[in-house]
């Protein structure tokens, strides 16, 4: 097995949620692909026609402040942004090994393509889990059903006034 050149955790920490899509923003692939952002974006525009909204977005500046504000990057990280960044799904980072050529982008493209499938597996593990969670909780709720009648019944009796005795 050949050792990968990009680790799995550096790509996972490039995949942002935005537009309820799981993206790479074009300037951290073009770290990962070792090409200039300005590069990369070229080659798309290039190409536009391989690259539908479903497969690669530009982000509107309300969403890319918004993007930036869940992870309080310094200004510098904004430095040389004269453009939208463009945000690239799966399919369009699939694309993306079609228009650039080189031996590098090629490999790490393989190990994006793992590290999304790997993220895919993940999610359906946690919906797993997430069920049987609220299959387990809607269980307990039927069971606790008797209890909680029994304790409503005895605090709405102490709540009755009670006759006093004596004086």
Not at 42 to 49: G, K, M
Not at 94 to 118: C, G
């Amino acid at each position: 097995m050949s050792k990968d050149i990009v680790s799995t955790e550096l790509i996972s920490s490039k995949i942002y949620f935005i537009r309820g899509a799981k993206v790479m923003l074009d300037r951290d692939l073009a770290v990962l692909y070792d090409v200039q952002t300005k590069a990369l974006k070229q080659a798309v525009r290039r190409n536009i026609q391989r690259f539908p909204e479903d497969f690669m977005f530009e982000l509107s500046k309300k969403e890319f402040a918004d993007w930036r504000s869940q992870f309080v990057t310094s200004n510098s990280d904004k430095m040389g942004l004269r453009y939208s960044p463009m945000a690239f799904t799966e399919q369009g980072v699939a694309m993306l090994s079609s228009v650039l050529r080189s031996d590098r982008a090629i490999q790490v493209n393989i190990q994006i393509m793992r590290t999304f499938t790997k993220l895919r597996h993940m999610i359906a593990g946690h919906e797993e889990l997430k069920k049987a969670v609220d299959e387990l909780r809607e269980q307990t709720d039927k069971r606790f059903e008797v209890v909680f009648s029994v304790l409503d019944k005895l605090l709405a009796d102490n709540e009755k006034p009670r006759k006093k005795i004596g004086f």
